[in-house]
């Protein structure tokens, strides 16, 4: 075999799931949660960041086609990559959740009825909610999304609005809209004196949408992922916006034809209800996503057998990712050494990986064990490319140095690019830890911070919640340790 030639001819994916779309179904496990995904059993999909929660919806979304010989629509509310569709709104956002309220059901209905057109589902009720949209317009056309949430926005402002920007302004009795406001478009029941035939509130613009998809025999399905970009500039504004998003989501659950599909991170939803939110309660239809061993040693597997080159020389089929867990241990076992370490009271190859791997949550996230898998192979191409010594044991592709070699680039990237980016205001403390030791006490950090303990304390719960520390010790004693991966 020859093993430099096995590797140049490999790779192990892309680590974000929109990057490798094309290719996400011949990696992909379909897991109970998948399947009660697919059979429309769950609207919501929570999960700790890259755990796999964009490969979901990356997946729905490209099985559109399949989907709909069972009946099911799909629309994306949400840009799949690129620029969020809620860019524009960060610069003049809503005011409150009412205003979010008004503004997540008129950009579903404008939605529906988009999705509608495109399916070729004519009828009255279709008719009507164009012919409404259209008056105002809000139809979606060919505006991108970011173009039609713009305008479903610009609406919203100018019907709700006028009354907190000029204090004396009348208010009409039946419309409970601002006396000079033109849309026919409303965001509360017309008054039963109200004698304008085209006058429609947002609910009933929904309804006329569920009635169109159930006269077709159809379900239509709504899909919301990248939340946690969509709103990242603003913490009051991401809480506003998605507080409303869940009560938008419970009152469409009256309606029969038409399904929110929420995909969202779990740290996000609980800092929207670490200050109560009653409707959480009501959210039943969701799963959250998790991984353990079997899984990711799954993960491995398919991903190295999908290279046709690997399965060549190893005489393998690709299906050995659908073999049981012995079968997949033992393939793993021909290509990796048994150990990185080597000791009686040392872990296997595996459960070093996914030490390293994992954060101060104790989660192991599929996207740094595929970013490691990826560095492995560069580490020992190069290697081979450099002659360097020791080459891999017997039909193993892989030298022990080379598993270590691999991981610093893996904690740069997840250290840089997720924990600096997304948490700035804690970047300084993180940093100043470099060349400290693994183990801290409050005591020790408030010396190398310069604050006091309880100052420290309060940092490195900080720490602790994003997952750059691992909360150890006891309540009276706490001690603080950085995993490997950082």
């Not at 602790?464 to 010790?473: D, L, N």
Request: aromatic content about 8%; hydrophobic content about 40%.
């Amino acid at each position: 075999m020859d093993k430099h030639a096995v590797l140049s001819n490999s790779n192990f994916g892309q680590r974000i799931a929109e990057e490798e779309i094309d290719l996400l179904s011949s990696y992909f496990v379909e897991t109970d949660s998948w399947k009660r995904l697919y059979r429309g059993d769950v609207d919501v999909v929570y999960g700790a960041k890259v755990t796999g929660k964009s490969a979901l919806y990356s997946l729905l979304n490209s099985r559109q086609a399949e989907l709909a010989k069972n009946g099911i629509m799909l629309t994306a509310a949400e840009n799949p990559r690129g620029a969020t569709a809620f860019r524009n709104l960060t610069q003049d956002p809503p005011y409150d959740e009412r205003e979010f309220v008004s503004l997540w059901k008129l950009y579903f209905a404008a939605l529906l009825h988009g999705l509608l057109v495109e399916n070729g589902v004519s009828c009255e009720e279709t008719q009507t909610l164009g012919k409404a949209l259209e008056r105002e317009g809000l139809l979606k056309g060919k505006l991108s999304l970011a173009g039609l949430l713009r305008g479903v926005f610009d609406y919203v402002k100018g019907a709700l609005r006028p009354q907190a920007l000029e204090g004396n302004v009348e208010i009409d009795p039946i419309t409970q809209l601002p006396v000079g406001f033109g849309g026919k478009i409303i965001f509360s029941e017309p008054g039963r004196g109200t004698k304008d035939p085209d006058l429609n509130s947002v609910d009933n613009l929904l309804e006329l949408a569920n009635l169109a998809v159930e006269s077709a025999g159809k379900r239509a399905w709504i899909l919301l992922d990248r939340l946690d970009v969509a709103f990242s500039e603003s913490e009051a504004l991401e809480k506003a916006a998605l507080r409303a998003l869940f009560r938008v989501y419970l009152d469409l659950l009256g309606y029969s034809s038409i399904r929110i599909k929420i995909f969202l991170r779990s740290d996000i939803w609980e800092k929207i209800t670490e200050d109560g939110f009653r409707e959480a309660s009501h959210v039943t239809r969701h799963l959250t996503i998790s991984w353990d061993r079997n899984s990711l040693l799954n993960l491995v597997v398919r991903r190295t057998a999908h290279n046709p080159s690997v399965c060549e020389a190893y005489k393998v089929d690709s299906g050995v990712g659908r073999a049981t867990v012995i079968e997949q241990e033992s393939f793993f076992g021909r290509i990796f050494p048994a150990q990185v370490d080597v000791g009686p009271n040392k872990p296997t190859t595996l459960d070093w990986m996914l030490s390293r791997t994992r954060d101060g949550k104790k989660i192991n996230a599929p996207r740094e064990l595929i970013h490691f898998l990826s560095s492995l192979r560069d580490a020992q191409v190069k290697r081979f490319e450099l002659r360097e010594h020791p080459e891999p044991e017997g039909e193993q592709l892989f030298a022990r140095v080379a598993l270590k070699e691999a991981l610093p680039e893996v904690s740069k990237v997840r250290l840089e690019q997720t924990l600096f980016a997304e948490h700035p205001s804690l970047k300084m403390w993180m940093e100043s830890l470099s060349g400290e030791k693994t183990a801290q006490t409050p005591a020790s950090l408030a010396t190398i911070w310069q604050v006091t303990v309880d100052e420290a304390l309060l940092k490195a719960t900080a720490l602790c919640s994003i997952g750059f520390f691992e909360p150890r010790g006891t309540k009276a004693a706490p001690e603080y340790w950085v995993p490997f991966i950082y």
